[in-house]
């Protein structure tokens, strides 16, 4: 019997999903604050994902619909200096074993740097490589993402 | 025919008494109406005799200065399979059952021609049908199988599937012969809630779903290797994880829709993945993403994964495996990555504080362009020992209240967290090698495992 038992260690899909924003802001005094500003969040049913620190901030995205919410939150926490930016899009790249393939950062940096998109957060896991960009450079983007993998399936809609 | 695929690994073929033990199994599986292939690995681990370690090393020892040709270097890491599979059915023989040996490449397994990790591309069950069909056990080598033959060859190289390959073997046995179900046996009851010598009361999960079992495979636990479990998820093979030396039903791996409704959204598992290295490079805003991609680049170049990748306005960070920083030190040592600045080109020279002299060398022989190029010195910032401790959901909607416990509980324990991450099915959080055990344990205990 016959079957394709291994797929090839490509990159398979391209995901871009539309309306997200993110929200920066600078931590008080440690990073303790984290857990609490994350709960206040979760309790408010904001969805936040790919949570990052730096230094003394903390950056983080958001659907764009809960946006209001999370900085009511923020502010009610005492955290009146978030910086916001919206009309974001993510841009997700999967393949089954993302640790086996190498370059594949550079290959989605080097598209992102030639039709001059901010890569403005990325998270990763096993599976796959995700960027935050500005929505309005989604159309220029995913064709190019297409042609540097060529055998993605691309699950975009592009209007 | 009810057909079993039994997979055995090196800890369970290391000695006489086990060997028996194995072999019980494989007759229990008789009894219960199945018709058994066994997967045997290579006997033991280095520096036992017949431990793939073990063969390499007496090619390595000729001379140590001379690479091992690829092709060669997988035909005698498969000797120790094959040599399990002669023995193993020798075993079953003397017990009174009819078994045969079968290499990989007998076994119908073709595969492409990447030695060292190979791709299964197909499996020719007729022989092994008409085996089973017979009677026999086959015994089949992991790890291994061939490639197409190139003419003038009548027969293709033998090649070997890289890291997990017998779990591997067993998986797309299984998928091949639409076994009822495969065995992966090994030296722990089944998948368990923790690593069992961190947290001694760990409990061994009856039930998971492929995409759980994936990430934590991915996050640390050494359980089954992921592409086993990706082939066995796409032909909906289930697999069971199970002790070769004890009774225990172990652990089934199964879809997320068989899970039973208490389990869809559940906390499953808290793994931890050691020996890490996280990085922090500084580099000026308007530069960053030319630096970037140069690093990543270079990165890729040297097969090196970066990961828990972040982005902020002026630092590049990301993460690497201790094993694999020798490599990126020397990569970034000394290097020079040009940017061309209004007209001007900008200079940045890496120091990561292992090799002074070349840095001094290089500093010095570009302060000889004078006033032509600016040079930015970058020092790497470089976090030796960090690990990443996670904690393992069934459902991706757990995702935020997961992530705030466990923040909570390591603040509580006054554990500090250098990042957190997340993905589909699991909430992470990078501390300090030494902060590990202490954090498994208090997450296990939050989380109720």
């Known amino acids: 019997m016959d079957k394709d038992f291994e797929k090839d260690r490509v990159i398979t899909d391209v995901e871009c999903k539309r309306g997200y924003a993110c929200i920066k802001l600078k931590l008080k005094e440690s990073r303790k604050e984290v857990g609490e500003i994350l709960k206040s969040l979760a309790e408010a049913n904001v969805h936040f994902t790919i949570p990052k620190i730096h230094q003394n901030t903390l950056n983080f995205v958001l659907p764009q619909e809960e946006l209001n919410i999370a900085i009511q939150e923020l502010k009610e926490m005492g955290y009146e200096e978030t910086r916001c930016l919206s009309g974001c899009s993510l841009v997700t790249v999967y393949a089954p074993d993302m640790r086996n393939l190498f370059g594949v950062m550079v290959q989605i940096l080097e598209v992102m740097l030639k039709k001059g998109a901010e890569v403005l957060q990325v998270g990763d896991s096993y599976n796959s490589v995700s960027c935050l960009i500005k929505e309005e450079k989604l159309e220029e983007i995913i064709p190019s993402l297409g042609e540097v993998f060529p055998q993605a399936t691309l699950k975009c809609n592009l209007r | 025919m009810r057909i079993i695929v039994q997979k055995f690994g090196g800890t369970s073929l290391a000695e006489p008494a086990v060997r028996l033990a194995a072999v019980k199994k494989v007759i229990e599986a008789i009894h219960r109406g199945f018709s058994p292939v066994m997967v045997v690995s290579a006997m033991g681990r280095s520096p036992q005799p017949y431990a793939t370690d073990t063969l390499l090393s007496l090619l390595r020892e000729i001379a140590q200065d001379v690479d091992v040709d690829p092709r060669e270097r997988d035909l005698i890491m498969a000797c120790g399979e094959i040599i399990s599979t002669a023995v193993m059915a020798q075993l079953l023989k003397v017990m009174g059952i009819k078994a045969i040996a079968l290499t990989g490449a007998q076994a119908g397994i073709v595969t492409t021609s990447e030695y060292g990790n190979a791709r299964i591309l197909r499996i020719d069950t007729d022989y092994i049908m008409h085996l089973l069909k017979e009677g026999y056990v086959p015994v089949v080598a992991g790890f291994q199988g061939a ?214 060398i290089q500093r010095e022989e570009l302060s000889k362009l004078g006033d032509s190029a600016e040079v930015e010195v970058i020092p790497v910032e470089i976090m030796e020992n960090t690990s990443l401790v996670s904690v393992i959901f069934s459902h991706p909607s757990l995702l935020q209240k997961v992530m705030v416990r466990m923040l909570s509980v390591l603040n509580e324990e006054d554990i500090p967290f250098i990042q957190i991450a997340d993905s589909r099915l699991s909430a992470s959080a990078l501390l300090n090698e030494s902060d590990t055990a202490r954090a498994v344990r208090a997450l296990h205990k939050e989380f109720g495992l």
């Open chain 2, 147 to 360: 490639a197409e033959p190139v003419p003038p060859q009548v027969h293709g190289d033998i090649t070997t599937l890289g890291r997990g390959g017998s779990d591997t073997t067993a998986s797309a046995l299984g998928a091949a012969l639409n076994a009822e179900r495969v065995e992966i046996y090994t030296d722990v009851d089944g998948v368990m809630t923790a690593d069992p010598q961190i947290v001694s009361n760990a409990k061994v999960l009856p039930r998971l779903s492929y995409e759980e079992v994936s990430e934590m495979a991915h996050q640390g636990a050494r359980v089954v290797h992921p592409r086993a479990i990706e082939i066995a998820m796409e032909y909906g093979v289930d697999v069971w994880v199970k002790n070769t030396r004890s009774d225990h039903p172990g652990s089934q791996i199964t879809s997320y829709e068989e899970l039973p409704f208490e389990e869809k959204e559940r906390i499953t598992a808290i793994t931890n993945l050691g020996s890490i290295a996280y990085l922090h490079i500084g580099v000026q805003e308007e530069d960053k993403p030319y630096v970037e991609v140069e690093i990543y680049k270079m990165l890729g170049r040297l097969r090196v994964n970066a990961y828990l990748a972040s982005m902020s306005n002026d630092r590049i960070t990301f993460a690497v495996t201790r094993q694999n920083l020798w490599k990126v030190r020397r990569l970034l040592d000394s290097v020079v990555v040009p940017v061309l600045r209004d007209g001007k080109p900008r200079l940045y020279l890496f120091d990561t504080g292992s090799d002074r002299i070349s840095f001094l």
